[in-house]
């Protein structure tokens, strides 16, 4: 038995998707950019995608622009955003490497990063992010879901607090956990990144929604596609695969995530459920305490169960401890113990039983051991 519960590094790709990537890679090989017939059928497939995505978040086509990843889009918010005269960002202690490392890049050329904290369940506090809030401040990027503990952001309360102090200042959400999984809308929001491969999209597809009238600079310039805000000819295919997947997208079923939470509350002692009530139902995270996480981990790889230590979107894997949880403030023993399950709608309520009853196996073995105790 295969069991793949780690959706939030990435999805299996739809088949429809597949389908249809394979179709235009055969047919439809054109360059949107070219004069011909051939450019314009890539254009009308482009357009398509484009089309299915605005809707999806309630933006229009022309607010979409596609980009290589996620990671790309965020970057290209946080680095197209500041000016001379707008130096500081404000963001959380609990984003994505793809938000915290040019963040850190960011300060070493000189710019100023405000990170706000969160407590236990992952809330920030909006009386902080007040005091964060100066003149010279060109951005606030917050998550619109935790990748690690499925934790939903407050992003109309940022929002309405943004537009009492200063509207010019831009607000960008990394969506890439979010789009398509929850009621996601634009309203509020400047700057979005979403990522098709979250959402059983192709890999190496993303977006970035960006609001009609705002204006920020390019990351990547050549020959000006994109309405010369991304240039690189448009990977048509996998353009088509993310406009499919994100029109076939539906919220992971919640069953799954409490059959499992409760079956493992009603199985074992000591564990600490991570992921606050306010999260995302594809997400559970979960510390056994009194066990290393990666132990669990490949005790249920071996039984066909894939599960993460926390953030397997980033490739230094468990290397490190988890930032996320470690600015919850559990303590190194409760993030040593932390596994991710991450869950799509592939997974059914059969396979959680067999998940509970080899993850319960796997940790009172472990604890007889008593190696970590
Ligand atoms: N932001 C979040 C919250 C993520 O979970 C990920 C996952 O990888 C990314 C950004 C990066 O997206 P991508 O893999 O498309 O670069």
Known sequence: MEIYLDNSATTRQHDEVTEKMSEIMKECYGNPSS?????????????????????SIGASPEEIFFTSCGTESDNTALFGSLKKNKRKIITTRVEHPAILEPCKRLEEMGYEVSYLDVDRDCNIS???????????????????????????????????????????????TDAVQALGKMDLKVSGVDLMSASAH??????????????????IKP???GGGQE??????????????????????????????????????????DDILINSPLDSISSILN????????????????????????GSACSSNKAAKGSHVLEAMGLSFKEIEGAIRFSFSN??????????????????????KLGAFR
């Open 219 to 221: 990351y990547i310039l």
């Open 286 to 309: 979960v510390s056994f305490l009194g066990t290393r996480g990666e132990v669990i981990l490949h005790s249920l790889e071996q039984e066909g169960i894939y599960v993460s230590t």
């Open 126 to 172: 909006l009386d902080q992010l007040k005091s964060f809030l100066t003149e010279d401040t060109a951005l606030i990027s917050v998550m619109a879901v935790n990748n690690e503990v499925g934790k939903i952001f407050p992003l109309k309360e940022i929002a309405k607090i943004r537009d009492q102090v200063d509207k010019s200042i831009l607000l960008h």
């Open 35 to 55: 004069l011909h017939r051939m450019g314009l059928d890539a254009e009308k497939v482009v357009k398509e995608a484009r089309k299915n995505l605005a809707s």
């Open 227 to 268: 309405k010369h805000f991304r240039s690189g000819t448009e990977n048509v295919p996998a353009i088509a695969g993310f406009g499919l997947a994100a029109k076939m997208a539906e919220p992971v079923d919640p069953s799954l995530k409490e059959y499992l939470k409760k079956g493992l509350l009603d199985g074992l």
């Open 346 to 367: 592939y997974n059914t309520l059969e396979e959680m039983d067999y998940v509970l009853d080899k993850t319960i196996n796997a940790v009172k073995r472990f604890r």
């Open 198 to 215: 979250k959402i059983h999209g192709p890999k190496g597809m993303g977006m970035l929604y960006v609001r009609q009238g705002v204006n």
